[in-house]
Nanobody, 115 residues
Framework: QVQLVESGGGLVQPGGSLRLSCAASIRQFSIYGMRWYRQAPGKQREWIAGISSGGTITYADSVKGRFTISRDNAQNTMYLQMNSLKPDDTAVYYC?????????WGQGTQVTVSS
């Protein structure tokens, strides 16, 4: 059974940093494409970053230059380093694993950016 567990969220002041983790219980984690999404209150869930099985990385314009996605296939874990956080980054952050026609989601972790 596939399980994704996000952690690392919390309350941070504007300009601060957080590092999110997504621990995956997946066989052959390395062959999955991995993505981060977020959903702010009253808004639709949006994609913000992705890292393919081959290591190709892409970012949404809203986070480019501030967030860094990475993965450690030996630890079955994906990360999101978030710097220069803004109040607009406040959201529940979700990780997603994709392979062929299958997609798996974590339960989300809350990030709140406020002074």
């Amino acid at each position: 059974q596939v399980q994704l567990v996000e952690s690392g969220g919390g309350l941070v002041q504007p300009g601060g940093s957080l590092r999110l983790s997504c621990a995956a219980s997946i066989r052959q984690f390395s062959i999955y494409g991995m993505r981060w999404y977020r959903q702010a209150p009253g808004k639709q869930r949006e994609w913000i970053a992705g890292i393919s099985s081959g290591g190709t990385i892409t970012y949404a314009d809203s986070v480019k230059g501030r967030f860094t996605i990475s993965r450690d296939n030996a630890q079955n874990t994906m990360y999101l380093q978030m710097n220069s956080l803004k109040p607009d980054d406040t959201a529940v952050y979700y990780c997603r694993a994709d392979r062929a026609n299958y997609a798996y989601w974590g339960q989300g972790t809350q990030v709140t950016v406020s002074s």
